[in-house]
Each structure stands twice: as structure tokens, then as C-alpha cells.
């Protein structure tokens, strides 16, 4: 995630706040205008909002907050794929089943 500082700051910035569902992340370091998101769900919608948060320094600070961005993680491989289970139906045909991953990480083909 990368963001700017904001236009009118609202007093001294001491720290950015992203906020997603889970988790809410700190992060102190100011002149650091990006962080990197880990233990995210392949293929999945997050809304990412970033804060500004001041003291105030002698004013009334608090948090601005930026619009929310939304994101969709890449695909990846299909988690807890079930069995095949073929059964003869005769000399030349197959009947073959399965079901859905329980975690299809991707669109459904």
C-alpha cells in the first residue's frame, strides 16, 4: 500500500493507521510512505483506508482519513482439493466426480 501525506495536516503526523477488516496496522516511521501487506487470502476483496494521525501540536488534532481503495489479491492454486472418485459404466466409458476445493483461491473455469 502506498499513500501520500496529507495536503493539510492536521498538526505534526506521528503515525499512519491502515485499517482493513483485519488487522488495523501502525505504522510510525512518517517518512515511510508505503508498507507491504502480508498473510493476505488469495483472491479476495479488501477495503484499505489509510489515517493520518497528529497530536494536534497545541491544535485540536485526531485522524484524517483517505478514501477507501479496493483490491482484489491474486489467484493462486485451489486449497483442499477432494478425491476423484471414477467409476466404470462400461467397457469404454468413465464416469468421473468430484467436488468443489473447499478454498478455490481463483474464479471458478
Keep these: 500500500v502506498t499513500w501520500s501525506a496529507p495536503l493539510i495536516p492536521n498538526g505534526e503526523v506521528e503515525r499512519y493507521e491502515i485499517r482493513m477488516p483485519d488487522p488495523r496496522i501502525s505504522h510510525t516511521n512518517t517518512s515511510v510512505l508505503n508498507r507491504t501487506l ?3 487470502l488469495p483472491f479476495t476483496n479488501y477495503s484499505i483506508t489509510v489515517l493520518a494521525c497528529s497530536g494536534g501540536g497545541g491544535h485540536v488534532g485526531g485522524c484524517t482519513e483517505s478514501p477507501p481503495m479496493l483490491v482484489t489479491t ?36
Design 38 to 40: 502480508t498473510n493476505l
Design 74 to 109: 491474486l489467484p493462486t492454486i485451489p486449497e483442499g482439493l477432494p478425491s476423484l472418485s471414477v467409476v466404470a459404466i462400461s467397457e469404454s466409458f468413465l464416469a468421473i466426480s468430484w467436488q468443489l476445493p473447499s478454498r478455490p483461491n481463483g474464479p471458478n473455469i
